[in-house]
């Protein structure tokens, strides 16, 4: 168990809606990491928050937003999906913001499937 | 950020050393080197990381050679839970946004 919680792990929804994942990081630490993980894709970050501002962006699509709460949990917000955005999506946590050798710690992951 | 460049997949017999290699020829001097593998569909799990100097712990070892520029990751006595998708990833010295490439597959056989 990595301390790192994600809700739910299973999502099934219709294109065109919203969705919304949840992530608790664990229990101390300020950053958090989202990545999609595709079959034709692999593991890519999309958005990192430290201490509730956005530190780093990645392959993030208009359509997905994230943002980081006072209690450190975080939320990504999926909208106007489409197939394409099926996926697994993971969270991961780490201490500080980086660059000092820091380990990341990933959660269990939201299996998304947009039908 | 440095690329890293890995073989597609291994085999390696139960009970044996499994020596997965990684080169990273564009490495800075600052960039440490981290060993992840995912299981199946769960989320990646650390393993090992390392600057300049081999380490150690509990899971695996890391050769880090002299001019940084490859690496080894070694499970002394590969199991059958080993098998996974082993990525070498290079952190960029801005932060820890860890660019996952296709890993390389270890199948561990009876």
């Known amino acids: 168990d990595s301390g790192v919680t994600q809700t739910p792990k299973h999502l099934i929804t219709a294109t065109g809606q919203r969705v919304t994942l949840r992530c608790s990081p664990r229990s101390g630490d300020l950053s958090v990491y989202w990545y999609q993980q595709s079959l034709d894709q692999g593991l890519q970050f999309l958005i990192q928050?430290?201490?509730?501002?956005?530190?780093a962006k990645g392959n993030i699509l208009e359509r997905f937003s994230a943002q980081q709460f006072p209690d450190l949990h975080s939320e990504l917000n999926l909208s106007s999906l489409e197939l394409g955005d099926s996926a697994l999506y993971f969270c991961a946590s780490s201490v500080g913001h980086g660059g000092r050798g820091e380990k990341l710690f990933f959660g269990s992951g939201t299996q998304l499937s947009v039908l | 950020d440095a690329k890293t460049t890995q073989p597609p997949s291994m085999d390696c017999a139960e009970g044996r050393a499994a020596n997965l290699p990684c080169n990273h020829s564009?490495?800075?001097?600052?960039?440490?080197v981290y060993w992840y593998r995912q299981i199946h569909s769960q989320g990646p799990q650390y393993i090992i990381h390392g600057l300049k100097n081999n380490e150690t712990n509990e899971m695996a070892s890391l050769i880090i050679t002299e001019d940084r520029k490859s690496s080894t990751l070694i499970l002394p006595h590969a199991t059958l839970r080993d098998t996974a998708v082993y990525y070498c990833?290079?952190?960029?010295?801005?932060?820890?946004?860890?660019?996952f490439g296709t890993g390389t597959s270890l199948t561990v056989i009876p």
């Open positions: 990833i290079v952190s960029p010295n801005t932060g820890n946004q860890f660019y």
């Open positions: 564009t490495i800075s001097g600052n960039e440490y």
């Open positions: 928050y430290y201490n509730g501002e956005e530190r």
